[in-house]
């Protein structure tokens, strides 16, 4: 983890950008008080998710698809002032 003061991440931020591409967590500081942590984005999936994974793990029970009860539908339908 690096840790670094505001104006040292405005004056190198591209130096610091190249570090977090690498994985590098930064803890952002004023007058040395840690303030914020900057983390890199995890990475993209390079493909999509194949639909059914889970298939046999779990059962949906039948009350599952039950009406819900009148007052819990008219709480979400109570508009708010």
């Known amino acids: ?3 670094i003061n505001i104006y040292e991440a405005k004056v190198h931020l591209s130096r610091y950008l190249n570090q977090l591409r ?6 952002l500081c004023k007058r040395n008080v840690p303030i914020a942590e900057v983390r890199p984005v995890p990475p993209l999936r390079a493909k999509k998710r194949i ?3 889970a298939k046999g793990e779990f059962k949906i029970p ?10 819990f539908v008219q709480a979400f339908e ?3 002032s």
């Open 1 to 3: 983890m690096i840790r």
């Open 78 to 80: 109570e508009k708010s």
């Open 62 to 71: 039948e009350a599952f698809f039950d009406p819900l009860p009148q007052n």
């Open 22 to 27: 690498k994985g590098e967590t930064i803890l």
């Open 51 to 53: 639909f059914g994974l």
